[in-house]
């Protein structure tokens, strides 16, 4: 079988598929994956061909785009990463793949190169799925806004897709459908029991889980005996410098070992004096750090959200972006952790979440069962199978 598997160039993106793309080259398939910068290093160390694009992400801060009016500029960002994907796939894939899976972010280069091979697709979701029961969108709108089909933003995003069918002669599409439509396989990288509605999801859904191919790096855990408290913020944000200033000073002379990533953007004089109980990087593969964490301290993304759970960590969770909310609103929801509404909360107050946190037997346990849920998903087996029974049924 050969899969093609588009993608954007965030890790939060690429790492939950790596799972399902790994399982799949250890059964022969040949995949073909196109994503850029950061991540390549870490798809090839499955196997796969990495076919690199010019991606403009990692340039841009996506924690800046909260409002309806910054929001409705991702239209257009996505579309960009979208045209560049074709002109990578035009001009070095050869050959008509199986079937191609793509993240949701770059659905247009998927549906318009499915439709040139009439191949099926699977569309990959890092994020909440949405049906009638349950809107990801709807949800964002409740913190960000909405923004008018008028918006200039969204205007200059539907003339520019119209334009890209025209040119790849697919000009009579439906804009609503090719949109909008919902595929025949849906992998998503969390577990049922964490999606909201979940029940309601049907066959075409399938919850595989994250991927969580464990990144082995120089960091060495304390063996100070103090319980360790993770800070990181994910790779997208990272010009916060007060939120981490108020982390040293929350845990400054605290009977507490603190682990940040503060990654690119921050400076370290800004920090202020770093007590001898806390280390600063640049930035540490999050799945080893939790792996000896008492407690995560996040913005809530959902890669970051699955990985402190499928380590068993509580969460303390302090959301900026709107769909970070979403993710906040469902840890708390479900009792994981604690969600501090305040972007820049005081030290005594990020410290007081952290120690109740720690503290509380039952969000643990729900933790340990949400873990649980994780291993049973199936991962990168369940995703494989799934996959593999798509194509064959397209071919019946």
Known sequence: MRVLHLNNSGFGHV????????????????????????????????GATVLPYESRLPGIDLSEYNTADETAALTGIYLTESEEILKAVDKHYEGVPDVICYDLTVYHAARVLGRQWDVPLAQCLPVFASNDHFSLLEKMVEK????????????????????????????????????????????????????????????????????LAADPTAWTPPDDGKPLLFVSLGTCVNRRAGFFRACVDAFRDQPWHVVMAVHEGVDRAELGPIPSNVEVHGWLPNL?????????????????????????????????????????????????????????????????????????KRTRERVARMRADIEASGGGAAGADALETHVAKRGL
Request: no cysteine; proline share 6%; charged share 25%.
């Open 15 to 46: 790492i939950p598929s790596l799972g399902v793309v790994e399982e799949l080259v250890r059964r022969g398939h040949e995949v073909t994956y196109v994503t850029a910068a950061g991540p390549v290093a870490k798809v090839e160390a499955t």
């Open 144 to 211: 960000m806004g909405r923004a008018d089909l008028s918006h200039p933003e969204l205007r200059a995003f539907f003339r520019r897709l119209t334009g890209l069918l025209a040119d790849r002669g697919q000009g009579d599409t439906d804009l609503e459908d090719f949109i909008g439509r919902t595929e025949d396989l849906n992998l998503v990288y969390f577990p049922r029991a964490f999606q909201f509605a979940g029940d309601t999801f049907d066959d075409r859904f399938v919850f595989v889980g994250p991927g």
């Open 288 to 360: 080893d750090v939790l792996a000896h964490t008492t407690v995560f301290l996040s913005h809530a993304g959902l890669g970051s959200v699955m990985g402190a759970l499928s380590r068993e960590v509580p969460l303390v969770v302090v959301p900026s972006s709107p769909e970070d909310w979403v993710n906040a609103r469902r840890v708390a929801e479900l009792g994981l952790g604690k969600v501090i509404r305040d972007e820049l909360p005081p030290p005594a107050r990020l410290r007081s979440a952290v120690l109740e946190v720690d503290r509380d």
